[in-house]
């Protein structure tokens, strides 16, 4: 079957945890669970991340003898023109000494399959 699914970028609402996902995803990429399809599409037909773009990983620690620190976790996505496309706060929290966070932020690209 090479018939495309469903347009590139169209985006639904993952029934379990209500983030924003790509409607040819078969698995939420917030909550990974798997996901049913309302139409007559066979699951082998939808999209699997044809490659990771890119994965950064990297931790704050606040150390011990100073006061509680606050910080918050931003995502921006600009095009080629250097617009920004989205924004968004990711998380907020507190740091008390001595702990810390790890943020990974991981981006996977979906092409479409070549015809069978
Ligand atoms: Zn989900």
Redesign the pocket.
Known sequence: MNVRVVAPGKTRI?P??K?T?LESASV?P??H?HLRFDRNSNVESRAQPTFSALRVEGSFRNPAGVDSWEYSVVVSIRNDRGEEVARKVIGVGALDPRESRTVTLSVDVFAPRAPK
């Open positions: 993952c379990h945890c983030t996902i939420c917030g909550c669970h």
